[in-house]
C-alpha cells in the first residue's frame, strides 16, 4: 500500500482533478489522495426536499439552514425567513459564510476513510495508508489499555477543541468513554476568554465573563467598548452582533470603539475610534479612574456599600496601613508610588492626553453608560490585569445593577439552556490550564500548582501519553509557537499515541497515529438551544442532511464500538441507545420543564421552534438591590477591588515579579510595546475574521475568495518598508516566518501588523518550515499568562519584508 501524500491548499487545485478518476478505483487497493477525496456516486432521488439543521462552529451564534438536497446533495441554503425580521419577530439568519458551507460540506478533500500512519513515516509529515474500521478500533483500544495500565488514569487526554460547539453532543462521547475507563486528565479555561473568567472571578466571584446584555440600553445612551468587534465575530441572526445592530439603530446609542485596528463595529453609524496600542489598555483605564477619583466624580457611596480595596476604609484588615488601595495605586501614594495620570498613560497607550481627559468625563456625566470589553483585549500576556483594569470603570462611576449599564465584561445572552450528552463521573480530578497540554507532554514533572496552576493536586502524577483530539486544529493552527509544537509532538517517546477524529485533514491531524473520517452535525440527528441574542429563544431539530457517504462515522458510534472493545458498551449506550435515542431523552427531559416547546414528532417536523421574548439582563441586579440577601461568590460577598485570594498568589506562586497583583493594575506583560527593537520593531496582533471561525471553514474556496487574507499595515510603516497593497510579505520573528498579502490601511495603527487568526498552516516542516497559509500562530509566543496560564496570542514583536 502506497503512502498517502500530504494535501495542503496550494495543492488542492492541480489534484482534484484526480480524485474524481481515482474514485472509480474504490476497494482496498486503492492510494494516495482518494483516500479521502473520492466523489462518491449519489443515490437517485426523484424529487427535491427540504431538511432543516443548523451552524455547529464556535462563533457564538447558532443559525438556521434550510437545506434544499437532491439526488443526495445539498443543492442551496437558505435560512430562517419566518417573520419580519425586525427586533420584535426575529429572524436566525445564517450569514453569508454559513450558507456557503455546502461547499464546505462537499469539499472533495473530506476524510472518508480511517488510516493509520504509513509505515517509516513521522508524525507530522501527513503520510498515511488506508485500514478498516476493525483495524482502526482495535488499535486504540489496544493503545488506551496498555497506556492506561502502564502509567495510570491521569495519562490519558482529551485534547481541547471547538469545531463542533453548538449543540448538545461537541466531545462529550470521547469523555464519557474515558471517564468509564478511569476517567482522564481534564482542562480548564478556554483559549477564547481564559483571561476574562479568572479576571471575573477574582472580582465578582464567578468565572463566565457575562454581564448585562444589550436589551438594556438606553436611549441616546453611550456605549464604551474595549477590544470588542461583536459585528464581526458575532455576525448571525441569533448572535450579539445582530443585537447591538438592532439596538445602534433603535436607541441611537453613540458608541466608542477602543481597539488598535479599526473594526467593523466602529465603521459603523455614530461610532468613534479611539486608536490605542495594542496591550495598553489597563494603562488607559487607569488614567481614566484618575481623571474621575482626582475630580470627585466616583460614586464613594457605591465604592463605601458594595466593594472591597476602593479605599483604605474598605480595604480587608489583611491591607490595612500599607497604601495597597485603588485609590492609593491610582494616586500614586500606593506601592509604585506613580500617579496614573492622563499624561502618564499617553505615552503609554499613544491615546491623546486630552482625549483621555475627554473620555473621563463623558463617561461621567452619561448615565447610564454601558462599559464593556470584548476578548481583545484580555488574549494578551496581561490579560487577567487587563480584565480587572476594564471592569473596575463602571465601579467607579456606581454604574452597575440598574438598566442601561454594565459591570465591565462581556455582554451576556439569553438562550435555552439544555444539558449535553451525559459525560458521566470523572474518577480524576486533577486538571491542568487548557493552555499547557503541551508542558504536560512536554516536561510534566516540573509542573506544580504554584507554577502551572494546576488544580486539585500540588503536581501531576504522569504526563500525556494517550490524547484524543476531536474536531479540533488546537494541537498547531489554533496553539501558539506552532514550530514548537511540533517539535513537543513528533517525539514518540513523550505522548505515545494520538487519536484524531475531524472531517478534514486539517494540520493537527498530520500528527496522528490514527486518523478517523467523521461525521459532520448536519450529517447526523443534532439539537440545539440556539444562544447568543437578546430577544429570541429557540430550538433546531437538526436532521440529516443526506444519507452517510463513504466510510464516515459519527463519534457517538465511534466511542460505542470502541465501548464494545473496552467491556463497558452497556454502560456507555445505557443499554444500546443510538445517538437518536439520547437526543430525543435529552429534548424530552428539557421539555418535562419547558412544556410549551412542541413535542419531538412536531419540532422535527417544523425543523425549528423560537419564542421571541425579550430577555433584559442586568448585571448584578438582585446584588444592588439587596446585597446582604443577595451576596456575590467572591470571599467578601462584595465585588472585590482587592482580593485577598489575589494577594496570596502573589505572595505564594512562582512568579514573575510584578505580574499579579491584589487591585487591578497595569501590567505591560512579556513581547509588549516595550520589548520592540530594531530587529523586530513591530506589534503583531491577531483579529477574528468574518471569512471562517477560528480555522473551521477556512478551507471554503468561494468564502476565501470573497474574503482574502490580508496583513494590515498603515501606510507609514509600508511606506518606510517599500510595501504597497496587495504585495506578498514575508511577516516574521524568532519564532518562524509567514507569506501573506498586505493591505495597506489607515485602519491599522502604526507600529502594528494586524493579521487574520484562522488561516491553515502550510509549511514544509522538513525543510525551511516557511508558511505559505499565513498563519499567525507561526509566529506567536508559547508562555503562558501568569494568573489563568492562558494564551497571549495577541502578544508577539517581529518584523515585515516585502517578500
Sequence with gaps: MQDMPSMNRRTFVKSTGALGALAAVGGAAATG??????????????????????CAVNCGCCCVWKCHVRDGEIKYIESDNTGSGDFADPQMRACLRGRSARRWLQNSERLNYPMKRAEGAKRGEGKFERISWDE??????????????????????????????????????????????????????????????????YTYGEAGGYGSNYHTLQDNELVVMFGSSPVETRM?????????????????????????????????????????????????????????????WADEEFLH????????????????GK??????????????MTPKTPAWASKITQVPEQRIKDLAREMHEADPVFITQGYGSQRHSNGEATGRAIMVLPQLLGQIGKPG?????????????????????????????????????EEPETMTNLNSGIMKAEKLQSGIKFLFNYAG?????QHSDINHSHEVLIDESKCEFIVCCDVFMTDSCKYADILLPDLTSQEQVSLVGAPYNDNLKAIIYGQPVYEEKFERRGIYEVCAELAKRLGVYDEYTDGGKTREDWTKKIYEDFRAKNPQIPTWEDGVRQGFYKEARVGELIAHQKFIAD????????????????????????DTWDLEPGSVEPIPFFYPGFESYQDISEEYPLLIQGYHYKAHTHSSYANNQIVQEAAPHFAWMNPADADARGIKDGDTVKVFNDRGEIRILAKVTPRAMPGHVFIPQGSWHDADMSGDRIDYGGCINTLTIAKPTPLGKCNPQHSNIGQVEKA
Design 33 to 54: 489522495a482518494n483516500l479521502f477525496g473520492a466523489t462518491e456516486p449519489a443515490l437517485a432521488e426523484s424529487e427535491e426536499k427540504i431538511v432543516y439543521t443548523h
Design 405 to 441: 449599564t454594565n459591570d465591565g465584561r462581556r455582554e451576556n445572552k439569553i438562550g435555552f439552556a439544555m444539558s449535553g450528552f451525559p459525560a458521566g463521573k470523572n474518577a480524576v480530578k486533577t486538571q491542568i490550564p487548557f493552555f499547557l497540554w503541551y508542558k504536560a507532554i
Design 473 to 477: 486544529n488546537a494541537l498547531t493552527n
Design 136 to 201: 482502526a478500533l482495535d488499535t486504540i483500544a489496544s493503545e488506551m489499555k496498555r497506556i492506561r495500565e502502564t502509567y495510570g488514569d491521569e495519562s490519558m487526554y482529551l485534547q481541547y477543541a471547538s469545531g463542533v460547539t453548538m449543540g448538545i453532543w461537541g466531545s462529550s462521547p470521547v469523555g464519557r468513554l474515558l471517564n468509564l475507563t478511569g476517567g482522564y486528565l481534564t482542562y480548564y479555561g478556554t483559549y477564547s476568554n481564559g483571561q476574562l473568567m479568572r479576571s471575573s472571578y
Design 305 to 320: 456599600k458594595y466593594c472591597v480595596g476602593y479605599d483604605e476604609e474598605t480595604l480587608p484588615e489583611s491591607a490595612k
Design 323 to 336: 497604601n495597597a488601595s485603588y485609590k492609593d495605586y491610582i494616586l500614586g501614594t500606593g506601592y509604585d
Design 627 to 650: 446585597p446582604e440577601a443577595n451576596p456575590l461568590k467572591t470571599p467578601s460577598g462584595k465585588i472585590e477591588i482587592y482580593s485577598e485570594d489575589l494577594a496570596k498568589i502573589r
Design 236 to 296: 448571525g441572526g441569533t448572535g450579539q452582533g445582530n443585537s447591538l445592530v438592532y439596538a445602534r439603530e433603535k436607541h441611537n446609542l453613540r458608541i466608542i470603539n477602543i481597539d488598535p485596528r479599526m473594526n467593523d463595529t466602529a465603521a459603523g453609524d455614530n461610532t468613534e475610534w479611539i486608536p490605542i496600542r495594542t496591550g495598553t489598555d489597563a494603562a488607559l483605564a487607569a488614567a481614566l479612574s484618575y481623571e474621575i477619583i482626582s475630580n470627585g
